[in-house]
């Protein structure tokens, strides 16, 4: 064998090693990708059903309160009364934003998943690699992840006002 096959041999066996390792690097970016996606969708589906089972749970609980002083003749204290139901709106807000949150966290799940996917995957260093597609789908998914996050903070935001406003009724007197 020549120097010049044996230069040829190396050279071989060095870009056989480099797509070895790009398939490596992809498998890796891929597997790393998917992961989180599912660990993040999953965190986020209990955030999001425990808001909506707070706020969901509260508002029923101030119907069967209310609906309660009725049955018994006791809700004749209109003021303490109006304050205790207009609470309802704030909890009815907190089930309206952690539904929105839901669907938001779909769409920023789902836009982060084609960034991932878009990006240039090459037999080259660097082996996975950012591109005009990736980067926009990069931007849209962070727009939306923040607004998904802002909602969900608004729902709990929603819980505490409503909860702040029957701790007043209740508090400015009896309701009865």
Do not use: C
């Amino acid at each position: 064998m020549t120097q010049r096959d044996n230069l040829a041999e190396e050279r071989k066996s060095e870009i056989e090693s480099d797509r070895t390792a790009a398939y490596r690097i992809h498998d890796i970016n891929l597997n790393f990708a998917q992961n989180t996606n599912n660990s993040t969708a999953e965190a986020g589906r209990s955030s999001l059903k425990a808001l909506l089972l707070i706020n969901g749970g509260a508002a029923i609980t101030i119907l069967a309160f209310v609906g309660n002083l009725f049955d018994r003749g006791e809700g004749t204290n209109t003021a303490r009364l109006l304050d205790l139901i207009l609470s309802l709106q704030w909890f009815g807000w907190g089930v309206a934003l952690s539904t929105a949150a839901a669907g938001l966290t779909y769409f920023a799940n789902y836009t982060g998943t084609l960034r991932m996917l878009t990006q240039t995957f090459s037999l080259e260093a660097p082996y996975v690699s950012a591109n005009k597609a990736s980067n926009r789908w990069k931007w849209v998914s962070l727009v939306i992840t923040l607004f998904a996050m802002a909602t969900s903070i608004a729902s709990l935001v929603a819980f505490l006002i409503g909860m702040a406003r029957v701790r007043d009724a209740i508090l400015a007197g009896p309701i009865g």
